[in-house]
């Protein structure tokens, strides 16, 4: 007989039928413990996704895979979303900026999609992993170097949180001043701070990158986007690229994290070299896109027999649907952590071999690096769509780093020089426009 999961601390869904909320510290605490009690209940479960903003959540597995693979009826146009368009979403919801209609291939749906994904998928597709791999490494390199020599370091916002930045500007052919103020925007995006002032920097210098290939193309992701035969225009080029970076990011640094988590917090993992076999397990147990795809019916229909209405909308939970087939977990690749259908994700090959790189270039470079805290003291960031730390704090014996490599003055992610309109670039920024911002530094490292 299997006993009904208790209500997790602070859910107040079980008294009230009230959506369960996915926005509270209680359930970044142990989003297990809600799912195994939102699955108990059913295939999908009304929740709330921040204030004002309620969905319903499919949390089993086959009902996940039968939704994504039918874009006839659930349609990913965020323009067929009734709260959305009746006003009834808060217009500064901390969770619009990831579900506000935007011209990229993930909000758009049928031929529009296949024209504007076929573009980002053959242009991922040029990155050789030679070339990739041989990125990775020089950033690692330059990143543990910034801290080797300390014995300690805090391997979220010293290294999963810059590496995709540093690789997007590798991937994207950036220039230093162009590249700075990538690196500002797309980490204040996701910071939140100053959230609308970083993204009009960012939309500015991916506009001007576009500018500049059009200009003097090159071998990296931004040409060959553009050299495309879908002819992307100057307004779809900044679009992709913008998701591209956003959809990238963000689950990348988390990828790095969980994994980095795993390896450390699990025996079986922590010297074995089983590198390949904690990634899965990682994406299997604890995907970084924890809960998303976004869709909206296009007529009233049913998920698994729970009834769901004609533009509401309805989200994936990757990470209880995975927790729906427990056993299978490690044994295979057939997890739902890059989601499935025609928006399933496109990078997933670049992203595991620059998850696997990185930490493996790390536990070569630190072979004694450890957690420097109880496992129980780590915290993880709030929000209903991302599973990431906070921190993730280790020790190792320090380790000079090579000549070749030595640490560059700490620089904020400030954009250098930006250019016009200076409007776009918040004032506390101005003040430093003149100091090189940390892709800058990097660029100047690399050169020797
Ligand atoms: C190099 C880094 C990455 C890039 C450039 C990237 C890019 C993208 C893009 C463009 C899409 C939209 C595809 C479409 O709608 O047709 C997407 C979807 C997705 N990606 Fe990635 N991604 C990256 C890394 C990751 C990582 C590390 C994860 C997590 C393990 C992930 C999970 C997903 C998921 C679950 C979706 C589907 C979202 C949805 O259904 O709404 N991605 N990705």
Redesign the pocket.
């Known amino acids: 007989m299997t006993t009904a999961p208790v209500p997790p601390p602070g859910c107040p869904a079980h008294d009230s039928g009230q959506p369960v909320p996915l926005h509270t510290a209680q359930f970044a605490a142990d989003p297990h413990a809600f799912y195994a009690y939102m699955r108990h209940h059913g295939p999908a479960t009304p929740v709330e996704l921040a204030p004002g903003v309620e969905a319903t959540l499919v949390t089993d597995y086959g009902a996940a895979l039968d939704l994504l693979q039918n874009p006839a009826v659930f349609r990913?146009d965020p323009h067929g979303w009734q709260a959305l368009s009746e006003g009834r979403i808060p217009a500064d919801s901390p969770v619009l900026p990831l579900l506000a209609p935007r011209p990229n291939?993930?909000f758009t749906d049928g031929a529009p999609?296949l024209r504007l994904?076929q573009a980002?998928t053959d242009s991922l597709a040029r990155i050789s992993d030679i070339q990739l791999s041989r990125n990775v490494e020089r950033v690692a390199e330059y990143l543990i170097a910034q801290f080797s020599a300390r014995g300690s370091a805090d391997l979220l916002n010293d290294y999963a949180k810059p590496f995709?930045l540093f690789m997007f500007n590798e991937l994207f052919g950036c220039p230093p001043e162009i590249g700075d103020r990538v690196m500002f925007g797309i980490g204040g995006m996701f910071d939140g701070v100053n959230a609308e002032q970083a993204n009009q920097v960012l939309v500015q210098a991916v506009g001007e990158l576009v500018a500049l290939k059009r200009d003097q193309p090159g071998e990296d992701v931004t040409s060959w986007l553009m050299e495309h035969p879908a002819q992307l225009n100057d307004m779809e080029m900044v679009h992709q690229l913008v998701?591209?970076l956003g959809?990238?990011a963000e689950?990348?640094r988390g990828?790095l994290g969980n994994t980095l988590h795993h390896v450390f917090t699990n025996e079986r993992f922590a010297r074995s070299g089983l590198l390949d076999e904690a990634l899965d397990d990682t994406?299997w147990r604890n995907?970084?896109?924890a809960n998303?795809?976004?869709h909206y019916p296009a007529v009233d229909t049913d998920v698994a027999g729970h009834k769901v209405r004609a533009g509401e909308l309805v989200m994936v939970s990757?990470a209880a649907a995975n927790a729906s087939l427990a056993d299978q977990a490690g044994s295979n690749r057939s997890h739902l952590?890059?989601?499935a259908g025609?928006?399933?994700?496109?990078?997933?090959d670049?992203?595991r071999l620059?998850t696997l790189t990185a930490i493996e270039h790390l536990l070569n470079e630190l072979p004694d690096v450890e957690l420097a805290v109880p496992e129980e003291s780590l915290a993880w960031r709030p929000g209903p769509f991302n599973r990431a730390l906070a921190q993730l704090p280790v020790r190792f014996g320090p380790v000079k780093p090579r000549a070749s490599a030595q640490p560059q003055t700490q620089q904020p992610e400030t954009p250098r020089q930006p250019q016009a309109p200076q409007r776009s670039v918040p004032s506390t920024e101005q003040g430093n426009a003149k100091r090189p911002g940390r892709w800058s530094a990097f660029l100047t490292w690399l050169q020797g």
Do not use: E, T
Request: proline share 23%; net charge positive.
């Open positions: 990913k291939c993930m999609h994904r980002v995709p998701l591209l959809a990238g689950p990348l990828l994406l995907p970084p896109m998303y795809a976004p990757f952590a890059w989601s025609p928006h399933a994700c496109p990078s997933k670049p992203a620059i």
